[in-house]
């Protein structure tokens, strides 16, 4: 039987007041963590396996609400998401659920959330993203498979920050255009899923040296010690997935 080992964690980082970032490993989930968390799962692929990490958007209101909204419907869904266009369908009715939970909630309008993760099934690997979120693969290096929906950086950055597509996130609900691929299970074993507060902080050589110097939950932590060191000015969420297909 095929089986999927991830290594997660969530941390506020050094400079924000709380987190905003959520995580989903298969029915479990990690919303709004306000000490470091780290977990390490052993899931059977005999249903689809879902693994995510949302980072609520800085700058609107309840951005924890609609990131934990996501990752649970999210886990609510996995058993259905067998291909590369449920998985599209449901990052809709996510987008859809985010709004509605805001609609409720004045004090909670435009709230919004990036997405990025996977789904691994027998079948193979659905990687998707909406917003800034990341998934890389570790093949022969770190290659990044996600899509980022950002602006041009500005002169001296990396990376812009600001974030063109998010579920939720405006007054009026926004139809989302997800990124989505799929690969076959032995197109890679291991995949990284983060948010921003990672990739901000460290480079991608700097990434990739550490998770070919670990493995699993040790990889996860040096991850968020070297984030640390950098200041870590967000919240910082990892996911190490490790698929065993032998």
Same mark, same amino acid.
């Given at each position: 039987?095929?089986?999927?080992?991830?290594?997660?964690?969530?941390?506020?980082?050094?400079?924000?007041?709380?987190?905003?970032?959520?995580?989903?490993?298969?029915?479990?989930?990690?919303?709004? !963590?306000?000490?470091? =968390?780290?977990?390490?799962?052993?899931?059977?692929?005999?249903?689809?396996? $879902?693994?995510?990490?949302? *980072?609520?958007?800085?700058?609107?209101?309840?951005?924890?609400?609609a990131s934990s909204v996501a990752v649970r419907w999210l886990a609510r869904a996995a058993p259905?998401?067998?291909d590369d266009a449920l998985v599209r369908s449901a990052l809709h009715a996510c987008n859809q659920s985010v709004y509605a939970e805001a609609?409720?909630?004045?004090?909670?309008? !435009?709230?919004?959330? =990036?997405?990025?993760g996977l789904v691994v099934t027998e079948q193979g690997v659905v $990687?998707?993203?909406?917003? *800034?979120s990341r998934v890389y693969a570790l093949d022969d290096g770190l290659v990044q498979l996600s899509e980022d929906d950002s602006g041009s950086p500005m002169?001296?950055?990396r990376r812009s920050h600001v974030v063109t597509q998010t579920l939720g996130g405006s007054v009026e609900l926004e139809p989302v255009d997800p990124h989505?691929?799929?690969?076959?299970?032995?197109?890679?074993?291991?995949?990284?899923?983060?948010?921003?507060?990672?990739?901000?902080?460290?480079?991608?050589?700097?990434?990739?040296a550490i998770v070919a110097s670990h493995k699993g939950g040790e990889a996860a932590f040096e991850l968020l010690k070297a984030t640390i060191e950098?200041?870590?000015?967000?919240?910082?969420?990892?996911?190490?997935?490790?698929?065993?297909?032998?």
């Open positions: 039987m095929h089986h999927v080992a991830v290594s997660a964690l969530s941390h506020d980082g050094l400079m924000r007041e709380h987190n905003e970032d959520s995580l989903v490993v298969g029915a479990w989930t990690l919303c709004a !963590a306000t000490t470091p =968390t780290s977990q390490t799962f052993y899931l059977p692929i005999t249903t689809p396996v $879902v693994v995510a990490v949302a *980072d609520g958007l800085g700058g609107h209101p309840a951005g924890e609400v259905e998401l067998t609609a409720g909630h004045p004090e909670r309008t !435009a709230m919004g959330t =990036t997405i990025a $990687v998707f993203n909406i917003g *800034d002169p001296g950055q989505t691929s799929t690969r076959r299970l032995g197109d890679g074993a291991t995949y990284l899923i983060c948010s921003d507060g990672l990739t901000d902080a460290l480079n991608d050589t700097e990434i990739a950098a200041g870590a000015p967000d919240n910082i969420t990892v996911a190490l997935v490790e698929i065993d297909i032998t």
